[in-house]
């Protein structure tokens, strides 16, 4: 069974930075893709950013320039860096990885951007 734990939420203020990491436990397969969702309260699940397992990235538009995702296929893990936050990236921030049988999704972690 493979298990996704993330770490690295919490407060901070507007402009600050927070780094999310996520390491995927229990498996001896390497991910295909890791990415980073996020949900805010009321609102749909989306997509944040992404990484193959040949390190190509993908950004949603609302963090270009903002965020940078980062990954190691061989430890099975993948970071987030998060610069400039603002309020509206309030959200609970979900890991998910794509392995090649099966997908898999972190608890989430919230992080909350206020002053």
């Known amino acids: 069974q493979v298990h996704l734990v993330e770490s690295g939420g919490g407060l901070v203020q507007p402009g600050g930075s927070l780094r999310l990491s996520c390491a995927a436990s229990g498996s001896i397969l390497r991910f295909n893709f890791m990415r980073w969702y996020r949900q805010a309260p009321g609102k749909e699940r989306e997509l944040v950013a992404g990484i193959s397992s040949v390190y190509n990235t993908q950004y949603s538009d609302f963090v270009k320039g903002r965020f940078t995702i980062s990954g190691d296929n061989a430890k099975n893990s993948v970071s987030l860096q998060m610069n400039s936050l603002k309020p509206e990236d309030t959200a609970v921030y979900y890991c998910?990885?794509?392995?090649?049988?099966?997908?898999?999704w972190g608890q989430g972690i919230q992080v909350t951007v206020s002053s």
């Open positions: 998910f990885a794509a392995f090649p049988k099966m997908n898999y």
